[in-house]
């Protein structure tokens, strides 16, 4: 059977791309060349027809004058519509009215696919639609080449912080996300029905990665989803994030770990400033390389600040979104440094797991980085005594006996460890100055979305 008799369309059959868009420059003026993508505009001027097209790496113009091609090609053209897509072949040559110097003259126009009227644009800017059906049309919002830009630039953000941690002896290893207790404390668990029993979503790989530590490897990270029953929705919050954790044993204090994150996102940083070089400069963002080490500053100070600039905050309380927008302000102005460390949270805002400070009554060897005012980062040394742990989780109102799996290991010598988790979302959304998290994920989940 023939699935292409009646569609209009044709097999791309023996057709092999020879380039991308992006590779279609002065250079190559002569070459014949074939490429493959979407119709992205179309212009008809009668005897001569303009069409844009694009592929994952950008765009070019193909310009068909009824003069130059043959009548198939100029026929075939005439068929085309938004977002069909095609095969192009044809010959390089010098344009000066194109901004890339070059345009292509086809030989041959092949229709791979049609498509429907499309319910919303992909060409850029031309009407502003709101973000939620923006994510109704997700797939078809994600051709945008802005968009698509987000999540290149997030991906070169993950490889390049892997690519750290892998030159730095840590493995990379993959936790259940179906799991029996709450890691972070239970108030934003999903239930889940487990054949008998009930089970839940995985907030965070804590309890997981800690015990691989105990399990013999030195340095562990995971990058991977967890699930979290946000009541609210908000501009910085999700149901199923990305988070990037790491966890390191023989550790001499906290320290450390700030220490390996700081040098870990300077590397990151400054390797996408290269490879996403493209992308960032079509979103307009001069990405800075921050300066290592991070400013640190202790949370009773943050309070302090916070209170000087008139909010009213105890060192009981989190940090609601007013004080980071703040905390944004002061430490631009103070530090000239959108990262910074703050540390030494008391115990009552920290898990059970958190260990204690050695030299600070009430508080904990702990962390938070914020990116622009915003935390992207919780991070902290672990109990790794089984006594206080077990003492600790009392303190928080567990039962240990529903914890054995997690505690009971610590029993058989315990390194000292510390490690911490990042928001892949709200680093994206901060570097990029993105101000809804929404658009920072790929496939958002929020109270009202479970599609696309
Ligand atoms: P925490 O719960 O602070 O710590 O989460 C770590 C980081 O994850 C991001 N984050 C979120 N991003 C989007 N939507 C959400 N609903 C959401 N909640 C959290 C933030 C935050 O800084 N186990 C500890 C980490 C550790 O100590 O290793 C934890 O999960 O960027």
């Known amino acids: 059977m023939n699935f292409y008799t009646n569609a209009g369309v044709e097999p791309i059959g023996e057709l092999k791309r020879t380039h991308f868009t992006s590779e279609i420059t002065p250079e190559i003026v002569g070459k014949k060349v074939t490429l493959f993508g979407w119709v992205h505009i179309l212009r008809d001027k009668g005897k001569i027809k303009f069409l844009i ?193 790491f966890e390191m044993a023989w550790i001499n204090s906290v320290e450390d770990v700030m220490d390996m994150e700081e040098r870990m996102l300077h590397h990151a940083f400054k390797k996408t400033r290269e490879a996403a070089a493209t992308e960032l400069e079509l979103l307009g963002v001069d990405l800075k390389v921050p300066k290592v080490p991070f400013k640190r500053i202790k949370y009773a100070e943050v309070i302090d600040l916070l209170n000087d600039a008139g909010k009213e905050i105890t060192i009981h309380d989190d940090l609601d979104p007013e004080s980071e927008r703040l905390l944004a302000e002061i430490f631009n102005e103070k530090f000239k440094s959108d990262l910074v460390f703050i540390t030494h949270y008391p115990l009552e805002l920290r898990p059970a797991y958190t260990m204690p400070s050695l030299t600070e009554q009430g508080m904990t060897e702990s962390f938070d980085l914020t990116y622009k005012g915003m935390e992207i980062t919780t991070g902290g040394q672990r109990i790794h005594l089984y006594d206080l742990l077990v003492d600790r989780f009392k303190a928080k109102g567990f039962n240990p006996d529903d914890f054995g799996f997690y505690l009971n290991p610590f029993k058989y010598g315990a390194p000292p460890h510390g490690g911490l988790g990042l928001g892949v979302e709200r680093l994206t959304m901060q570097l990029l100055g993105i101000e809804n998290i929404r658009e920072a994920t790929l496939l958002p989940r929020d109270r009202d979305r479970l599609t696309p």
């Open 53 to 245: 097209l694009r592929d994952e790496h950008g765009t070019v113009q193909v310009t068909i004058p009824q003069k130059k091609v043959t009548e198939v090609v100029f026929s075939t053209s005439a068929k085309l519509k938004p977002e069909y897509a095609i095969a192009v072949t044809g010959k390089v040559v010098e344009a000066k009215q194109v901004a890339s110097g070059v345009e292509i003259i086809p030989t041959m126009i092949r229709i791979i696919n049609t498509a429907e009227r499309l319910p919303i644009d992909v060409v850029e800017g031309k009407v502003d639609i709101d973000l939620d059906t923006r994510l109704n049309h997700r797939i078809l919002d994600l051709r945008k080449p802005t968009i698509n830009a987000i999540f290149r630039i997030q991906h070169s953000l993950v490889r390049f912080a892997r690519e750290f941690l892998e030159n730095r002896d840590f493995v990379e290893i993959h936790t259940p996300k179906i799991v029996a207790e709450a890691t972070e404390g239970g108030a934003n668990l999903f239930e889940i029905k487990y054949f008998e029993r009930r089970a839940f979503l995985a907030q965070s790989p804590q309890f997981y990665k800690q015990l691989m530590l105990l399990a013999g490897f030195g340095r562990v990270f995971e990058i991977g989803p967890v699930f979290r029953a946000e009541k609210h929705n908000t501009r910085r919050h999700i149901n199923e994030y990305t988070s990037f954790d």
